[in-house]
């Protein structure tokens, strides 16, 4: 307490005096004599604990010295006891309502006095306590405040990591997502086509599986009709040679018949009669006319079975792969011998042929060719039709046309006819092989196969082959 400072003002020397007798020894003491020099001390370097203040002063009086301090931050706080010698209630209630913290009236004893100062010291004190408190308080808590809001920003900027980290994710997601999904539809693109192309290959192996099918079914029946031939052919030798032998007897027995005849005229009438009855009653006389036309009836259909079987040898009995000098004219014959009964049940055949010099080919292959549009014109014939069957010899090649007067064949499907298995007959009565193997064996010949038709009137096949240079 004795280090707290009080400014006491008051232009009255005595009254001075008593203060600084009163306080003197307790407090450090600075004296002002007006308002003036009251107002420069407490603003000051060192600002008083507390002011003990006169009011009736000449020139700025106590009231407005209390006013400026009030107004002055620095000052405003110092605790401002009047002591004056007014002691009316409008003074001190004036004087209190300015901000003083105390009204002490003249004369005043001393104890009285230093009770009052160190009261007011004492609350200033706390008051100043208080407020560094408070200031320590409220610097605590702006740094807390601080710390919070660092630690709020920091928070923030996690948290709007955090967030792009999450875009981030759910972009690249979204990517790998498309990614994925287009390689998905590639992939089932991929797949799909896949399944294609295996249906494809699936089909052209059963196509191929069934092609082989008919060739060898077409080279059995082939080595079926050579055994078959083969086997005609030697009864066919001795039936042939025997009818010969037969005519030979049978005109030799006719002759001895004429002999014996001729030696009846001398036997005797009972005999003769005999005898002519007999020769009556057995029809010799028809038997010797007809036994020749028997015979040789049976040699011409002896001679047709041997022509059948020569031509199934000429169709079957050849080697695939073997390509021979070969007359068209020929192999034409041929096929026609072979379907002619076919032929003959639904149409009238015409044949022309040219003379063609000879073609490399593999006979068999072109006679099985010409034997399919020989039984294509066949099946396309309803009721009885012609078929006309030319050759011709134009330029390089050789050329066999095969035209039926059939249904001939619709625009739209004609482009199909020679595709592989397409058929408009019957399910079972054909299998759509037909042209696409005499296709296949015309292009292996170097040759081509061409088709004109009108629905109704009928068709044309003209089969073209290279003749041999
Ligand atoms: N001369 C023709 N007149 C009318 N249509 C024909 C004639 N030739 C062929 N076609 C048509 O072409 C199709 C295919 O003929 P292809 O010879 O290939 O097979 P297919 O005769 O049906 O059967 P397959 O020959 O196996 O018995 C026939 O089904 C028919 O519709
Ligand atoms: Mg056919």
Redesign the pocket.
Known sequence: MKNASILIVDDDRTSVKTLRHHLGRLFSVVVATNGEQALLLAQGSSTPDLILLDVLMPGIDGFEVCVQLKANPRTAAIPIIFITGLSDSASEQKGLELGAVDFISKPCSGPRLRARVRNHLELKRHRDNLESLVHERTAELLLKQQQLTELNERLNRQHIELENHRDNLELLVDERTAELMIKQRQLSEMNEKLEEMVAVEVNKNREKDMLMV?QQKLASIGQLAAGVAHEINNPMSFIMSNLNSLSKYSAKQLQYNAAIEEALGDCPAEIRSRLADLHHSLDLHFIAEDIFALISESLEGAERIRKIVHDLKDFAGIDEDTMIETDLNHCVQSAISIARGKINAVADLELSLADIPPVLCNPQLINQVIS??L???V??ITGRGKITVCTEYRQTWGMVT?T?T????PSE?IGR??DPF????EVG??????????YDIVKKHGGEIT?T?EVGV??R?IVKLPVSS
């Open positions: 008919h399919n549009l039984e294509n014109a099946h396309a095969v039926d059939g249904r001939g064949i499907i006819i020679f397409y058929t408009t007959k009565k054909g299998t759509g092989l037909g042209l696409s193997v005499s088709v038709s009928g068709t096949f």
